[in-house]
């Protein structure tokens, strides 16, 4: 029962953070869109953001799967009978690959600081816009997953 809570604590902070991170990602994505493209601190609040959504995804999915397939909470039959669940893990794989242009674009970035080249910034309004996205579709898995505690879609 106590490893149940944490684990599920654990989830929904997760979940709050990656939201938070990609939100902010987003907004300072558009900031080097925009006029301040130069502003010293935009790439150091996107490296942050980036840093902080990749940490929560990582602790979102890894207490996800323990709890869906671990022996915790409904168990794994549950799962992976429940249409909600599948929409819930649909919604997340396009997160995961709408996250490859931003990952592999950030990375690139932070390479280029780090030898003092100059960054190519032109991608930050479709980054910025990905990112949007993103925070919609984690809100809509938000609505699947209450949907699915409250026994909507249940299987059987």
């Known amino acids: 029962m106590l490893v149940n809570w944490l684990?599920?604590?654990l989830h929904l902070i997760a979940l709050?953070?990656?939201?938070?991170?990609i939100w902010t990602r987003a907004r300072a994505l558009?900031?080097?869109?925009?006029?301040?493209?130069?502003?010293p601190g935009v790439?150091?609040?996107v490296f942050a953001a980036d840093a902080a959504w990749g940490g929560a995804a990582i602790l979102w999915i890894g207490t996800g799967l323990v709890r869906a397939f671990g022996g915790f909470e409904k168990?794994?039959?549950y799962y992976?009978?429940?249409?909600l669940f599948w929409s819930k893990m649909g919604l997340?794989?396009?997160?995961?690959?709408l996250e490859i242009g931003p990952m592999v674009t950030l990375i690139r970035w932070r390479i280029a600081i780090a030898r003092q080249a100059e960054v190519n910034?032109?991608?930050a309004a479709v980054l910025a816009r990905v990112s949007y996205i993103q925070a919609a579709l984690v809100v809509v898995m938000v609505f699947v997953a209450t949907a699915m505690s409250r026994g909507l879609g249940e299987p059987g």
């Open 92 to 97: 997340l794989l396009l997160v995961l690959l």
């Open 121 to 123: 910034v032109r991608p």
């Open 80 to 83: 992976l009978q429940s249409h």
């Open 16 to 21: 709050g953070v990656g939201l938070t991170a």
């Open 43 to 45: 790439f150091r609040r």
């Open 30 to 39: 558009g900031l080097l869109a925009g006029p301040d493209t130069a502003a």
């Open 75 to 77: 168990g794994s039959a």
């Open 7 to 9: 684990l599920a604590s």
